[in-house]
């Protein structure tokens, strides 16, 4: 069966399964810019990083992921949490149009008044499951002008007082700001993206005692281009001066594996940059060596008791090295917005979502205890939460999937399907199954888990006549397969 491949970020290796044809669409990466209509036309294989980039060239952003070797169509596929989504929403939100090719080859434009069925689907619904996206049309947001990055370390002895007050005031707070929470067994720290001063910044997290708990240390920029805005997180000594970090380049066969894919562990390999389709001008983003990990994705209502969140330090404590977890705020004009928005549903009634990622090796005896600590997590804080999941974080353990990923919106999503895949030609990895089915044991090397920032990505060279090319290929590939 054919499998769509853009990102290559599926920890469980959706886009390289068993007895499968990856179709890997990562030179279908044209971008034509309208300013005048603040739109843009993409190619379905661009990356954020290189599409970040490129936008920013003509003053414009939109909402997404941090990591830039994520692929637009996976983001979108999987809703599009990023910076200012509490402002903003989601990147499926801004999608005015997808052009796409369904299961019986045919090229379909969906949008509000056209297969809205499907338009609605692709946003959200999972990817690799309802066709192949060629090409998105994005309403783009102006660059701001004016934002502040922060982040604020703490003494760990502190942190139960600082989860605390952070648990009770992130998600009601303002939408201009997004913020997180990021733990390991030793460290934590609050980081954040404000659409506002430092001095502003200040005056809204002072009020919470965030500054002041468990020896705070802040450190906030005011002076970050926009790109380097976004690099800042990226940056392991936080500075914005690294925007070489979001230009990854347009190889197909992960240049995050250095020199040798056959790499299998996290060891440092010897550093070399990115050169196949880098953008010219902004540096090149090194080349990072393959991860393995496991994730869980848990989203949480507002309200926890003092005992759910000693559950929660308590776990955090005993996370084994290599470890950390990020609770993000939701809220904002989500906690405004319908669960069927569009096929996202985590909108309205969450307030904070909590991704634990932990490093593997492949070996089974050496990752037990990593496992088990795994396990434990599940059990232990599964209960505390509204028992949802982002799609965009596969996780092989759930016992109901599709349920976990998209709520109420599942049967409609399955109805979906039936109109445009009615003979299962694309299989969505897990994203529909209603009970627990492990996809592969044999992974294929390029894309297994992790989100380093020299993963791969594309850049934006190919012209319009090579994308309408592809796509006539691409439609005969689906018809012969079909067939």
Partial sequence: MPVPRNGGHS?????????????????????????????????????????????????????????????LSGAIASGGFGLQSRKYGVTGDWVLEAEVVTSDGSLLIANAGSHSDLFWALRGGGGGKYGIVTQWKLKLIPVWPKFTVFNINYFYNGFEEVLTNFWNWAYGSIEDLSVSFVFTNNEFNIQGHFLGGEKDLHELVDKTGLFKLSNAKAVKHDECTHLGSRAYFLDKDKTCDKIYLLNVGNSPFGPNYGDDPSLLTL?????????????????????????????????????????????????????????????????????????????????????????????????????????????????????????????????????????????????????????????????????????????????????????????????????????????????????????
Wanted: glycine share 10%; charged share 20%; net charge negative.
């Fill in 11 to 71: 920890n469980i290796g959706s886009s390289s399964m068993d007895n499968s044809v990856v179709i890997d669409i990562s030179y279908m990466d044209s971008l034509v810019i309208d300013a005048a209509t603040q739109t843009a036309t993409v190619g379905g294989g661009i990356r954020l990083g290189p599409l970040y980039i490129e936008l920013d060239k003509a003053g414009f952003t939109i909402i997404s992921a941090t990591h830039p070797t994520v692929g």
């Fill in 267 to 483: 060891q440092t390999a010897e550093i070399t940059l990115v050169t196949e389709g880098v953008i010219e001008g902004y540096g090149a983003a090194p080349k990072q060596q393959r991860e393995y990990v496991k994730t869980k994705s848990m989203f949480f209502a507002k309200e926890l008791s003092v005992e759910n969140i000693t559950t929660i330090v308590g776990r955090a404590k005993a996370m084994p090295p290599g470890a950390h977890a990020e609770l993000t705020a939701y809220g904002g004009i989500l906690g405004t917005q319908p669960t069927d928005l569009t096929a996202f549903p985590h909108r309205n009634g969450v307030a904070y979502h909590l991704l634990l990622e932990v490093s593997l090796t492949g070996n089974a005896t050496i990752d037990e205890i990593a496992l088990n600590f795994v396990n434990t997590w599940e059990e232990d804080l599964r209960p505390l939460s509204n028992g949802r999941s982002y799609v965009g974080y596969e996780d092989e353990d759930l016992v109901n999937p599709g349920l976990s990923y998209f709520g109420g919106n599942l049967e409609t999503l399955k109805n979906i399907d039936s109109i445009y895949d009615p003979n299962n030609i694309f299989d969505s990895g897990q994203s529909q199954q209603q009970t627990e089915l492990p996809l592969t044991n044999e992974k294929c090397p390029y894309i297994v888990g992790g989100d380093p920032p020299g993963r791969r990505s594309s850049g934006v060279k190919i012209n319009e006549n090579n994308l309408n090319y592809i796509t006539s290929i691409l439609i005969t590939f689906i018809i012969l397969i079909a067939f």
